[in-house]
C-alpha cells in the first residue's frame, strides 16, 4: 500500500507515519521543510506547484496538514487550511482512498448549520470555519473519504514524546511564566485530550481497513475523544500543575499554584473590563491569547464519539514531563504576579 502523508512533521502527522509504516505501508512523507529521507518530500501545499515525485497514482492520501492557530485572520486561515486541502487531494485518483484529519470543534456554534458553514462569525475561531470549510469540500469532491475529527492532542502514553508542541502544552508555557493568572471557565466542564499514539492508532486502522462505500455520495466521520469520560478543565489542570511540580521539585524549583477560575459572565461583565485600563499591552496580548481556549473550558456537555480513547490523564502527565525537559528554561521560570502598568 503506498500512502502519502501530508503534515508529516506535524504532532500527529509523524507518529501516523512511523505506524503506518510498521503496519507495513510504503509511506511518502510532506512536510514545508522536507526530510533526509528518500520519501520525505517538500511541498508548500497550495503555495507551490505539487513537486514530480507526488504526481503518480496513490493508494491513500491523508491530511495531517493544518496551520493550528486559532486567530488568523479569515482569507489566511482558508488558504492553510481550505485551499491547500483542495491543492492536495487535486492528486487523488479515482480510486485513491481520502483521509482529512479534522477537529471535534468543528460543528461550530448553532448558526453555523444554518448559514452552511459561510460565516467565520458562527465559530469560535477561524481555524474550525477553515476546517469545517475543508471538510465539506472533500465530502463533496471525494464520496466515500473518510473524515477524522480530532480532540486537542498530548503526548504518547509511554513517553510524552511529541514532534511538534502546540495546543495544550501552550498552557504550560503560561502556567510556569504567570502569563496565565486565572482560567476563565467552568472547572467541571469536559476537555477531550488524546495521545498521538491513541490518535495515529485510530487512523492507521481507518487507513488499513480501506475506504468507504463511494456509491453513498458521503463521507465517513470518525470523531475521536472521551465522550463521557473525557477529563474535566480541572482534572486538566491538576495533571499539568501535578507534572510541572515534579519537574521543578526534582531541581529544587518552586512549585506554581494552579490558577483560580472565573466563570464567563463574571470575567466579561466585571473583571476584565475593570482591569482592562491597568493592564500593559503585553498582559493584554496574553489576556487575548489564553482566551481563546475559552470555547474549549466551558463545554457543559459530552462531544458523542464514534471512537473513544482511554483516560489520557497518565499520557498527559508524560507529556508534561517530556516539554519541560525540553523547554528547561521556561520550565523553571518562577511566575510573576501581575500588577498594573
Not at 508529516?8 to 509504516?21: D, F, H, K
Request: proline share 6%; glycine share 10%.
Amino acid at each position: 500500500m503506498d500512502v502519502l502523508v501530508a503534515g508529516a512533521s506535524g504532532a500527529v502527522g509523524g507518529e501516523l507515519c512511523r505506524r503506518l509504516e510498521r503496519s507495513g505501508a510504503a509511506t511518502w512523507r510532506i512536510s514545508r521543510s522536507g526530510g533526509p529521507g528518500a520519501r520525505d518530500v517538500a511541498w508548500r501545499i497550495g503555495a507551490e506547484e505539487a513537486p514530480r515525485t507526488v504526481r503518480r497514482s496513490w493508494d491513500v492520501m491523508v491530511n495531517a496538514a493544518a496551520d493550528t492557530r486559532w486567530g488568523l485572520p479569515a482569507e489566511e486561515a482558508y488558504q492553510a487550511n481550505t485551499a491547500s486541502t483542495a491543492a492536495l487531494f487535486a492528486l487523488a485518483g479515482p480510486d485513491t482512498h481520502v483521509v482529512q484529519l479534522s477537529t471535534i470543534a468543528v460543528e461550530g456554534r448553532g448558526a453555523a448549520r444554518e448559514h452552511g458553514q459561510q460565516n467565520p462569525e458562527d465559530f469560535h475561531n477561524t481555524y474550525e470555519w477553515a476546517k469545517a470549510r475543508a471538510e465539506a469540500w472533500v465530502a463533496r469532491e471525494h464520496p466515500g473519504a473518510d473524515i477524522v475529527r480530532l480532540p486537542l492532542i498530548c503526548g504518547r502514553r509511554d513517553d510524552g514524546f511529541i514532534d511538534r508542541f502546540g495546543g495544550v502544552f501552550a498552557l504550560m508555557r503560561g502556567l510556569c511564566s504567570g502569563a496565565l493568572p486565572v482560567v476563565v471557565g467552568d472547572p467541571g466542564g469536559y476537555v477531550d485530550i488524546a495521545s498521538t499514539d491513541d490518535a495515529a492508532g485510530i487512523i492507521t486502522r481507518i487507513v488499513m481497513s480501506g475506504p468507504a462505500d463511494r456509491t453513498s455520495g458521503h463521507a465517513r466521520v470518525a470523531v475521536v475523544g472521551g465522550g463521557t469520560a473525557a477529563l474535566s478543565v480541572d482534572g486538566t489542570h491538576k495533571v499539568i500543575v501535578d507534572g510541572l511540580n515534579e519537574w521543578r521539585a526534582r531541581r529544587g524549583v518552586t512549585p506554581i499554584e494552579p490558577p483560580p477560575y472565573v466563570k464567563p459572565r463574571a470575567w466579561d461583565r466585571f473583571y476584565l473590563p475593570l482591569a482592562r485600563k491597568h493592564l500593559s499591552r503585553s498582559q493584554l496580548g496574553a489576556v487575548e491569547s489564553y482566551g481563546r481556549f475559552r470555547p474549549y473550558f466551558n463545554r457543559s456537555h459530552p462531544i458523542d464519539v464514534t471512537d473513544p480513547v482511554a483516560d489520557p490523564s497518565e499520557a498527559l502527565y508524560r507529556s508534561v514531563l517530556h516539554w519541560a525537559d525540553q523547554h528547561a528554561h521556561a520550565a523553571a521560570r518562577v511566575p510573576k504576579p501581575w500588577t498594573s502598568r
